[in-house]
């Protein structure tokens, strides 16, 4: 669904560095949440990058945002964090998803995909002819 | 349920602060090294790849700061911060920190204290199940429908018997009955009632409410013990049983469980405990005190005074009320009732009225109609209501004008913080944590003053009156409710004009120059504008408060000073009741006359002599009566007593014309036992108190004699002695045939005239008086003149009394003076705490202009030192300071009393003898503020001229 997201993204902009978009308000959860679910735990900078690949680099983040909505993720109950040892052996605190943000998840992917859906049929002309 | 978990994981995170900001950054830490050693791998140097990764967080500290927001709850964080800076700020200046809290403690003190009680007293509901199915009858006529006997108990609040009412006759609440169709219930109740009782400890008076068997299961009230009364007490030959009140068995039983079954003395019946009704049901008009319950049926065996003849139509008694059917609307109900009442009571089997009277009966929700002592309280309370409501916002503008003058000594300090980037908005909110933070200060003090007040407030009105303060106030939720919720609504009201100017400051030269600058900028006239407005307001309010104060104060004098047409001084009164106790018609005049000797004989006792009523006790006994060259119809409604053997002459009331009561009058005038022993026959009782009606000797007049307001209003510029009336209905043929005849050839002959005194309340304007011979059944008082303080005799003249009959209780006893006093209780409360809100609206407005006169002559130190350094005396600085605060003191007084004149006439009713627009108070209270206000200027104005030139030039 992201890959939709930035697909569209992709339609209407040359992907140079300057025409980047910011996160759309109240994305960045859903994203945090998806990522985690294909990837399993995960470390906040793991995240950021995971995130940024997923849209082919279309995306800016301020990775100095990502941390706010973990936490408030996490307050929410969606997440957990534990203290762990990275790949390279690092100490770094891990994120992983919660059976509520897994069910959070879901809710918000069947919203965002009923949203898309409706935009989408009001920008296609077509659509609007059938 | 996501959004409160993540509230309450915040509210966590204000705690442990230090541990969880070094979690974020190591998190950060670790975040950093990531990255920067990605783009290492990338190929870029490590200081770039630093760079890189610190651009693309954004800051570390800036990261830091939004995670910290989101963390804890930044608002609560800041109020926090804001409580803590305004505890510093007051705690810098102690004085005015302690000036504004008590100010404030009293204002708010003043209107929890009134408010506990006005809660009590007002709103709270009556307490039965589903009260507004339950309705009230109230009938409604023209003038002249009634006749023959009318009991009212005060439960609708109604003045007198006129042209509405709630007390209905027995035949009537069976015709109720009868509309099933309507209601699933009628109930109907009287009292309570003072009955004698003995069998627990020494004999006392208890009050008994007379109630129809199915009158706890109508209200929906269980028993808290045994059972309440139901339909096997309702017939007359039932087993006598009663139902105590909740607070009668704790007080009077100690709550003890043996109580059930055992057998108490009501007027010398044997009465069997049977139940204690629920807690929560004491009464069920506001504030009646009622010890027990018992049924209609036991009326009979009691000989209660007003309960002769209840089963018949003359005789109206019952409070009615009936549970509506489901479905049922009011106003069905009440035109079936209204019709049933009209036909019963104008072609019933004996008609009572004729058709143009217009009977009707109109039903309300009980809630709306019982008020009981509610009626009496409510207007004392909501003067009370209104007096402190401008005692608060007196203290309001009191404590606005200080913040006021403080806001200009901080003038540099506003401006510091706007310099550094404060908002506005942060500021008015910082200087209304402020001021909310003084209102609830003042709270919590005010919260004591109000305990103590409300105790001080009730014993006021307890000590005043013999039935005591029906309510317990305690504090409870409610009332911190309220309290809280003043606090908050004060702190705001007086802080936010302050608080909105503050922010209004012109950066530079507030910052360059001091708070004592020289006068003339636009900005301190509008300062100035502002506080002369609030000191003219305060003033105005509190010369509102002292005029009604005033007003009711000189409403006391007047009935002090009223003359009550007879010597009152040293004169003991009692009651005795020897008709409850079984004694019968020559039985009673015999116990009379024997204490009356005996009493006569103790020392210290000049002259004794009894009556049915005494004068002045509020009582009065009222008749229909026909006088001789009147209109026979409708009669005049007569206020009578009668006097026993010596009565004038005891009470120093002058012999005008004719003579008083000799031997003869009384032998000759119709003797009750006859009555007695005839009404015996339907019906055990005697009737009411006072002279048989029942004709022993037909044809031979009854010797009356008369005041001088009767002689002026029946018979001026004639000789009244010889003229004759007729009590009742000459008409009374509609009144029942066993009357008309001996009423008929029943006359009264006047044979004196006596000087006017006041009847029933000093209030009253004296009224025509009929005294008649005193030959009783049942009770009456007795009057003793003493030669030194009549209470010195109590415990002598109980001993006389228990020697002639030891069961015999003496009630309301007391003296003739503590009699008037007891009268004047509510006009006596209303002037104490009316002036005591007086003063204390004068000395908060004063506090006002004090400190707006002090902060005056502090930021013009300097002016006033220019001044006496180029020639002005002292006299002239006095007069500059004075002036300014007289100026501003008559105008509020002119305002205040403009204000008074509109609203004085709500107070009206309360007044005796004065005028509501009476412009001696008004002007009283105008000089006595001017003076006052006088005061207040000196002291800031002797500051100002003991101001060394030297001194106040250097002074900056």
Redesign the interface.
Known sequence: MNHNTSGKANDRTNSKAEDKRDVQQGTLALMILKTLESMGPLHGYGIARRIEQTSDNLLSLNYGTLYPALLKLEQEGCIASEWGVSDNNRKAKYYKLTRAGRKQLQRETREWEQTAAIVARFLSPEGENS | M??L??LL??LA?LFNKGKRDR??A???E??L???I??NVRRGMTPAEARRQALI????VE??KE??R???GLPALETLAQDIRYGLRMLRKSPGFTAVAILTLALGIGANTAIFSLIDRVMLRPIPVRDANQLVIFQWKAHKGFLNGEYSAFNDCGERGVGTTGCSFPLPIVSKMHALTDMFSSVIACAGPADLDLSGNGPPSIVQGEIVSADYFSTLGVGAALGRTLGPSDESFSADPVVVLSYGYWQSAFGGSHSVLGHTILLNNVPFTIVGVADRSFTNLSPGKRQDLWLTIAMMPRLKISWGSNIGSMENWWLLMMARLKPGVSLEQAQTAASLTFRNEVLYGTKPYAKATVDPKVVLTRVGDVLIGRRGALSTILSLLAASVGIILLIACATVAGLLLSRAATRQKEMAVRLTLGASHGTIVRQLLTESVLLSFLGGVLGIAFAYWGVHAITVLIAGGSSQGFPYVIAPDWRILAFTLGICVVTGIVFGLAPAFRSTRVDLTPALKESASTLPGSGRRAGRFRLGSALVIAQVALSVVVLIGAGLLVRTLENLRSIRPGFDVNNILLFEINPGRLGYRGAQVRNLFSELRDRLAALPGVKSVSYSSDALLSGGEWDETVHVEGQPAEPGVQMNLLAAGPGFFENMHIPLVEGRTFNGTDFEQAPQDDAAAEKSAKQNPLPLAAGLGVDAAKPGAPVNVLVNEAFVRQYFPNQNPLGKRMVEGGSSSKATGEAWGADMKSQHWQIVGVVADTKYDTLRHEIQPVVYLPFTSSYGGYFELRTTADPRALISAVRDVARKVDDKLPLTSVTTQTQEIDELMSQERLVAKLSGFFGVLALVLACIGLYGLLSYEVSRRTREIGIRMAIGAQQRDVLRLVVGEGIVLAIAGAAVGIGVALGVTRYLASMLYGVHANDPVTMIAVAVLLVLVALVACYIPARRAMRTDPMVALRYE
Do not use: C, F, I
């Open positions: 996501k959004s978990r993540a994981v915040r995170g979690d974020l190591a998190e950060l670790s975040h090294q990531m990255h050693e990605e693309k967080l954004g800051g800036q990261a939004q995670y927001a989101r963390r």
